[in-house]
């Protein structure tokens, strides 16, 4: 077993890159369904091995490695989604309403509004990372740390609540 210190010669990163690698990338791709994004993900987690490498021990060196990863593909999540409300918001149509369009807009809104704080907790938060935020079901139980099941269990529960509430106002 090699030496804290050790990581830092050639020969050692390179067997625990041959190591950790295809898992790694595994991992990743598990996560994000993307080949490309994940072989990015684990090469951009060695190359933070490889710059830490002062500070890793050996024996931590694969508990380093993905939580590196799980972080970055993290910040790449985050970073898709203010990607995506910038494209949105850039290509918003300029509309013109009447007065009456947009009160009629308003008071729809407050009833929409309403509906949804009267949801449940789990089943709001669900409803409101996939319809308002855009995310996908994955994306959301990765977020939640719960099972793409349970997101779908919520949001139908979700669905049927606000169903009930818009036939009551």
Known sequence: MAKPDQICEQSVF????????????????????????AEDLMQEAFLRMWAACQKVSYDKAKAFLFRVANNLFLDEVKHRKVVAKFQLNISKPVQHFTPQDELEENEFRARLEDAIARLPEKSREVFL????????????AL??????????KRMHKALVELRKLSDLI
């Open 14 to 37: 390179k067997e625990l890159f041959w190591a950790y690698a295809r898992p790694l990338r595994n991992f990743l791709y598990y996560k994000c369904g993307d080949p490309n994004l």
């Open 129 to 140: 990372l996939n319809r308002i935020e855009g995310l996908k079901y994955r994306e959301i």
């Open 143 to 152: 977020l939640l740390d719960i099972s793409v099941k349970a997101v779908e």
